[in-house]
């Protein structure tokens, strides 16, 4: 998962337990260095106590003396277990080195360790750090000069090392255990936390799964009063969520409210409209109908009165069907053979036109579905109308129909030229009006495909359309 995708509880946790985990290293660090730091100072305190213990007195019981077994003289007592001692002429000879094990016994440093010790440490008294290998390990050692003799006093540094190594476990170990239950702690405290901004963004999800495009909408989803406190960033957005919830649903009210208006308003005047159109072209066919005397402007003013009454009259007809769809009204539901339906249309098309060539593709079986028969009729005509009036004399126009599982599917493609892209969105919109790309040589109300569509949907079905040059395709479906 990338770090674009983190939700805000796992991008809290982890980073917080970053720098948790950054200061427990700093904290370690600092602890670990400070009583390394510490411990040494300590030793080179012993370092150097041991050489002015070792100056001031006959170093190893006198150089040049014979051995001594550790404890046995009183006056020079046994060296520190885990010391070291050397004494080098100014002619690098050495009188006298040794080691002091953990069992008390002294050996002697070789002549490479005491080469070393000479190279490395200076007799200004400053003690300094030397590896002197093997068995033995780093030492502080720090030098002095004496009667023209070079004396040499160390200690061991494995007691800083082992405390060092000692402490940095155990703060690894503590820092792990307590940064598990941190990380932990925080998960459980971050979830706790974030539960209010978790129910507003289920508000906010349940929202947007309502479908708001049309008709009336209620939203009943509100962010609880608990988390609209405006104290807390989470209320804030709860108390916001709200309001914008309460203005989305307002306008849609208002939406709802005025589209209602308008159809009334259209079904009504649809209603209205049509007396006086039936008047107008009673009036004009009963003045054609007349042997009295006529100038041709008047007789071609009345064919023209009578031929845009009739346009008006069907534009209306259209108009109320809509309106009715839209406020519901219910279709009457009795057994359509589609198959009979599909056949009568080709055969009505044929005959009105006949500069195109019409197709039937059906199957043998006859395929019925519930509804109304005359809207049905009302649909299959329309598209084929809409294939007749925007493509161009010679075009096929093949009316199929088919059964697929439970479901009736009817296709009307043409081979026109296709549909304009910049109208497939809205072709099903009212009043869509096709460009010159699809010929369009006669009037249209832009309103055939609009009812094709209600009446589809108010049977069940689905209408859409798939178009390319050379090729365009409508598809009803309607369940069987």
Same mark, same amino acid.
């Given at each position: 998962?990338?770090?674009?995708?983190w939700?805000l509880?796992r991008?809290?946790?982890?980073g917080?337990?970053?720098?948790?985990?950054?200061?427990?290293v700093?904290?370690?660090l600092?602890t670990?260095?400070?009583?390394r730091? *510490?411990?040494?100072?300590?030793?080179?305190?012993?370092?150097?106590?041991?050489?002015?213990?070792?100056?001031?007195?006959?170093t190893?019981?006198?150089r040049?003396g014979?051995?001594r077994?550790p404890?046995?003289?009183a006056a020079?007592?046994?060296p520190?277990i885990?010391?070291?001692q050397?004494?080098?002429?100014?002619?690098g000879?050495?009188?006298?080195s040794?080691?002091t094990?953990?069992?008390?016994?002294?050996?002697?440093l070789?002549d490479?360790?005491?080469?070393?010790?000479?190279?490395?440490?200076?007799?200004?008294?400053?003690?300094?750090?030397v590896?002197l290998?093997?068995?033995?390990?780093? *030492?502080?050692?720090?030098?002095?000069t004496?009667?023209?003799?070079?004396?040499?006093?160390g200690?061991?540094?494995?007691?800083?090392?082992?405390?060092?190594?000692?402490?940095?476990?155990i703060?690894?170990a503590?820092?792990?255990?307590?940064?598990l239950?941190a990380?932990? &702690?925080?998960?459980? *405290?971050?979830?706790r936390?974030?539960?209010?901004?978790?129910?507003?963004a &289920?508000?906010?999800?349940?929202v947007?799964?309502l479908?708001?495009?049309?008709?009336?909408?209620?939203?009943?989803?509100?962010?609880?009063?608990?988390?609209t406190?405006?104290?807390?960033?989470v209320?804030?957005?709860g108390?916001?969520?709200?309001?914008?919830?309460?203005?989305?649903?307002s306008?849609?009210?208002a939406?709802q409210?005025?589209e209602?208006?308008?159809?009334r308003?259209?079904?009504?005047?649809?209603?209205e409209?049509?007396?006086?159109l039936?008047?107008?072209? &009673?009036?004009a066919?009963l003045?054609l109908?007349?042997d009295?005397?006529?100038?041709?402007?008047?007789?071609?003013?009345?064919d023209r009165?009578?031929?845009?009454?009739q346009?008006?009259?069907?534009?209306v007809?259209d108009?109320?069907?809509l309106a009715r769809?839209?406020?519901g009204?219910?279709?009457?539901r009795?057994?359509?053979?589609?198959?009979?339906?599909?056949v009568d249309?080709v055969?009505?098309?044929?005959?009105a036109?006949?500069?195109?060539?019409w197709?039937?593709?059906?199957?043998?079986?006859?395929?019925?579905?519930t509804?109304?028969?005359?809207?049905?009729?009302q649909?299959?005509?329309?598209?084929l109308?809409?294939?007749?009036?925007h493509t161009?004399?010679?075009t096929?126009?093949?009316?199929s129909?088919?059964?697929?599982g439970?479901?009736?599917?009817?296709r009307?493609?043409?081979t026109?030229?296709?549909?304009?892209?910049g109208?497939a969105e809205?072709?099903?919109?009212?009043?869509?009006r096709?460009?010159?790309?699809r010929n369009?040589d006669?009037?249209?109300t832009?309103?055939g495909?609009?009812?094709a569509?209600a009446i589809?949907?108010?049977?069940?079905?689905?209408?859409a359309v798939?178009s390319?040059?050379?090729r365009t395709?409508?598809?009803?479906?309607?369940?069987?």
């Amino acid at each position: 998962m990338t770090r674009g995708r983190w939700t805000l509880r796992r991008t809290l946790v982890v980073g917080t337990s970053v720098l948790v985990a950054l200061a427990f290293v700093a904290m370690s660090l600092a602890t670990i260095l400070a009583l390394r730091s *510490f411990a040494l100072d300590r030793l080179d305190q012993q370092v150097r106590e041991g050489l002015s213990f070792a100056v001031g007195r006959d170093t190893f019981g006198g150089r040049g003396g014979g051995d001594r077994p550790p404890g046995m003289d009183a006056a020079n007592p046994a060296p520190r277990i885990g010391t070291l001692q050397a004494v080098v002429d100014d002619d690098g000879t050495v009188e006298r080195s040794g080691y002091t094990r953990a069992d008390g016994t002294e050996v002697a440093l070789s002549d490479e360790q005491v080469a070393l010790l000479r190279s490395a440490v200076t007799t200004d008294g400053s003690p300094a750090t030397v590896d002197l290998g093997g068995d033995l390990g780093a *030492f502080r050692v720090a030098a002095a000069t004496d009667d023209g003799v070079s004396v040499y006093a160390g200690s061991s540094q494995s007691d800083v090392t082992a405390t060092t190594s000692a402490l940095t476990a155990i703060l690894v170990a503590v820092s792990a255990v307590t940064l598990l239950i941190a990380i932990l &702690g925080l998960s459980l *405290f971050v979830r706790r936390s974030l539960r209010p901004l978790d129910r507003v963004a &289920g508000v906010a999800e349940r929202v947007s799964t309502l479908s708001l495009s049309a008709g009336s909408v209620d939203i009943p989803d509100r962010v609880a009063p608990s988390d609209t406190d405006p104290a807390t960033e989470v209320g804030r957005v709860g108390a916001s969520l709200n309001g914008l919830l309460g203005h989305v649903q307002s306008s849609l009210a208002a939406r709802q409210h005025s589209e209602e208006q308008l159809r009334r308003f259209i079904a009504d005047a649809s209603h209205e409209l049509r007396t006086p159109l039936a008047s107008i072209r &009673g009036y004009a066919q009963l003045s054609l109908g007349e042997d009295a005397p006529m100038t041709p402007t008047q007789a071609r003013s009345f064919d023209r009165i009578e031929s845009e009454a009739q346009r008006m009259a069907s534009l209306v007809d259209d108009l109320l069907l809509l309106a009715r769809l839209d406020a519901g009204q219910p279709l009457r539901r009795e057994e359509v053979e589609l198959t009979l339906l599909a056949v009568d249309a080709v055969s009505d098309a044929q005959a009105a036109d006949a500069t195109h060539e019409w197709r039937l593709d059906v199957t043998d079986d006859l395929i019925s579905v519930t509804g109304d028969e005359n809207r049905l009729r009302q649909v299959v005509a329309n598209l084929l109308r809409n294939a007749q009036t925007h493509t161009p004399a010679g075009t096929t126009v093949t009316l199929s129909l088919a059964r697929e599982g439970r479901e009736a599917v009817l296709r009307v493609a043409d081979t026109g030229p296709g549909i304009d892209p910049g109208i497939a969105e809205r072709l099903f919109d009212r009043f869509a009006r096709g460009d010159d790309s699809r010929n369009r040589d006669a009037g249209s109300t832009g309103l055939g495909l609009s009812i094709a569509q209600a009446i589809t949907e108010a049977h069940g079905g689905t209408i859409a359309v798939d178009s390319a040059p050379g090729r365009t395709v409508f598809e009803v479906r309607l369940p069987v």
